[in-house]
């Protein structure tokens, strides 16, 4: 019998594979395709042109607090 944190362990690897596996494809799909993408580089979001070009939308502070979900159980 798997427990809760096997059963997530897992879920949260095959998110990661998936994204690992058709993350790239769809970023290159796209720009073939000619629209720009728009991505996270470090603590910059950056938008890519088709054509190359990067251009810095913005830039995120790292944050000193960590988000974590709490599961009560009545």
């Known amino acids: ?40 580089r470090g603590n910059k979001i950056c938008r890519i042109e088709p054509n190359g070009n990067t251009s810095i939308v913005a830039s995120v502070t790292q944050t000193k607090f960590k988000v974590s979900q709490k599961i009560f159980k009545l």
């Open 1 to 40: 019998m798997k427990t809760k944190v096997e059963v997530e362990k897992n879920e949260k690897e095959v998110i990661l594979d998936g994204l690992r596996k058709y993350g790239r494809k769809a970023y290159d799909e796209t720009l073939a395709n000619g629209v720009p993408v728009t991505v996270l």
